[in-house]
């Protein structure tokens, strides 16, 4: 029998559903006046305490489930391998006895997928296959790690909790007492006692923000209509401007009954504890990580779930304004109102996945507490190297056309296909690779709060997130696919060894553009800002993983961007591992290439100067069907094929003709060029 169609909650119902929750709620104008009442404060007291005694009832409850699903997980995890469900069969999204259960199809759900969709299948290392040398060959951690310095604090590196860590248990934040730094140095926390809000009608006054924050999420919140005007009490002016269609549509329509009593009784009321609790987790100011200034900032994981919480409340100050000219014109967004956005056609079943990853997480983190830390690094290249006399040889290459860079890359130095705002779109509607990892990564989300926009010379390397989800799919066909495990091991700061690098290629309108000197000297250097480690000598430096980095919407040349992260691979004395995503004649050709350039012995300005012949190829042929692979090849090829006609030396004279070709491109004089990025 076929499952009668869901009912899709129109506009115009929405609209009659806000109104009738509207006139239930207190106005505004009551709750300014009840900041002014002495039984306020009591107000909220009581209303903490009913929150943290359920908060734990609800970990009583947990450890209780716990003890019951380890006796009875033969039977749960049967021949069949399906998941824990509730009495109809639908596994609890955010139920503690399914965490790695993805949600199945069910008639009150809108992402029409089927049960197949929901399974990934990641294969073993072992069994990757590719070509170029073994994957097991290649570099990763924690094999080739080098033991880490004491975690001491220094001028260039803020570390938010105290040390020396202790294995398993939260770290403690650092200083006891809250300090509070409201400059244009460092982040502009909501709970500075210099975060005012006007308050009142007529002639308004000023009032402590943070009281209204703690007024707001502690008031009875049963609906994310209610969700709504808490948020909106402490970000009126914006009452006109956001859109919360989308979050509305996602707790009443896609989310089931069981889920959104998950949500409302356990996730979101432990969410508001835990924003609430900044003042307590975050006493140390927050540095920004301004342009041009290499520093680094560790904090815990338990101290990035707290600001994630009260990002997803909206809470952080001066963040809401979009224009250049504002203080926050050169930084990423933070606040989600963006995501909880929706339009007169529905959610997107793509946007409704990010709203259940980042929902999982908020239900991971808040019932079980992380205990580990994380480190944010911006780096900036002062002085880029001489490309067309640098004299590096290749390294290691293995290429496939399968995986992806955060399953096969485990313990290398993986690749963000970065936005200069670092998350790209995350919090809006963008869901390719950066915003993918950044929502199976959700503490990645955090670096948006203090990573100003990255310079042409600039990377961010984050160390130590968590990966909270699976998924499949890509853009539109982006799902969640629930629960994951991560196993990774730590390091001695307390780290997952996972290490993401952040770099943002140059977005081409013209492809021919890109094979400008100028151009193709700025991504090497973006690249090799990322990969180069000047504390760490090459046998301890796990390969990068990477991909087709720059190309897709941003227009760049697969086989350039490919070239491009070799070179600079090879100048930093790592290894690679390249994934296609699918593409076997990139995967063919770049290990050909590969081979070529190892066999020939070429080095990397070797390269330079071959690329830039083939830019003029391009400028006499610009409807060539040749890769710049192919031309490189085709171009030795062809010299071979003349040494070799019957009037020619032998075979070693003309070996070594051709090597004297390749000497005279180390000594071809090349011209200096500006680094000019315009297209």
């Known amino acids: 029998m076929t499952e009668p169609k869901r009912k899709v909650l129109k506009q115009s119902s929405l609209i009659d559903v806000f109104q009738c929750q509207r006139e239930k709620s207190r106005s505004r104008e009551e709750l300014y006046d009840s900041l002014e009442m002495d039984s306020g404060d009591g107000d909220k007291q009581k209303r903490k305490r009913e929150l943290t005694a359920r908060a734990a009832e609800r970990r009583m409850e947990q450890k209780e489930q716990v003890d019951c699903v380890a006796s009875q997980s033969e039977a749960a995890d049967g021949s069949d391998g399906r998941p824990l469900s509730d009495d109809r069969g639908s596994p609890l999204l955010f139920s503690d006895s399914s965490l790695s259960s993805p949600p199945a199809s069910s008639p009150s759900s809108s992402v029409d997928v089927s049960d197949a969709s929901f399974q990934p299948v990641f294969r073993n290392l072992g069994e990757t296959t590719g070509l170029g040398i073994a994957i097991q060959q290649l570099q990763r951690q924690p094999q080739c790690g080098a033991e880490l310095p004491p975690l001491t604090a220094q001028p260039y590196h803020t570390i938010l909790v105290k040390v020396p860590l202790q294995v398993g248990v939260c770290p403690q934040p650092f200083p006891d007492s809250f300090k509070d730094a409201w400059d244009h140095h460092h982040v502009r926390l909501p709970c500075s006692p210099e975060s005012l809000y006007p308050v009142g009608t007529g002639k308004k006054k000023l009032a402590s923000r943070w009281n209204i924050i703690e007024t707001s999420l502690l008031s009875d919140i049963k609906s994310s209509y209610d969700l709504r005007e808490a948020i909106l009490s402490y970000n009126s002016r914006y009452s006109d401007l956001w859109n919360f269609s989308g979050l509305h549509l996602f707790l009443h329509e896609v989310a089931d009954a069981a889920e959104r009593m998950t949500f409302f009784q356990r996730t979101l009321p432990a969410m508001i504890l835990l924003a609430l609790r900044l003042p307590e987790l975050l006493t140390h100011p927050i540095p920004l990580l301004k342009q041009q200034e290499q520093r680094l900032v560790t904090m815990s994981q338990e101290q990035i779930a707290c600001l994630l919480a009260n990002a997803f409340f909206c809470t952080f100050p001066r963040r809401n304004a979009h224009k250049v000219s504002s203080e926050y014109g050169s930084y990423p967004t933070i606040n989600f ?16 996945s990010k709203l259940r990853s980042l929902i999982h997480y908020f239900h991971r983190v808040t019932s079980n507490s992380p205990t580990g830390t994380v480190t944010f690094e911006r780096r900036v290249l002062k002085h880029g190297p001489c490309w067309d006399r640098c004299e590096s040889k290749f390294s290691k290459l293995h290429v496939t056309t399968e995986g992806t860079i955060e399953d096969i890359g485990e313990g290398m130095l993986q690749v963000d296909f970065a936005n200069k705002f670092v998350g790209g779109g995350v919090l809006g509607g963008g869901c390719v690779q950066e915003e993918i990892r950044f929502l ?15 310079a042409d010379n600039e990377s961010l390397v984050v160390t130590g997130v968590e990966r909270y989800s699976n998924y499949t799919g890509y853009s539109d066909t982006f799902r969640w696919a629930g629960n994951h495990n991560d196993k990774t091991q730590r390091d001695s700061w307390g780290r997952h060894l996972t290490e993401v690098l952040a770099i ?12 400008r000197p100028g151009l193709i000297q700025r991504e090497l250097n973006k690249a090799y800002c990322g990969f180069l480690s000047e504390t760490t000598s090459p046998a301890h430096l796990p390969a990068v993983a990477t991909g087709n980095w720059g190309c897709g919407a941003f227009g760049g040349d697969l086989h350039l961007k490919g070239l491009i992260q070799l070179m600079a691979a090879a100048h930093s004395k790592r290894d690679v591992l390249y994934i296609t995503f699918g593409n076997q004649k990139l995967c063919n050709d770049l290990a050909h290439i590969h081979q070529f350039l190892q066999d020939s012995e070429l080095a990397v300005g070797d390269l330079w100067g071959l690329i830039l012949q083939y830019r003029t190829h391009l400028m006499q042929n610009p409807r060539t069907s040749l890769t710049v692979c192919d031309f490189i090849l085709q171009l030795f090829d062809t010299d071979s094929q003349e040494q070799n006609t019957p009037s020619s030396p032998t075979s070693r004279e003309a070996s070594n003709e051709q090597l004297n070709r390749i000497d005279s491109l180390q000594t071809l004089e090349i011209p200096k060029f500006s680094l000019d990025t315009s297209n």
Request: some cysteine; charged content about 20%.
């Open 337 to 352: 109102n963006s995501l909880f956005g929706g339009s007169r056609r529905g959610i997107h079943p793509m946007q409704a």
């Open 440 to 454: 199976i990564c959700p503490e990645l989300i955090v670096s948006r709060l203090f990573t100003e926009e990255l």
């Open 504 to 515: 943002d290629a140059v977005r081409f309108q013209r492809s021919f553009n890109q094979f």
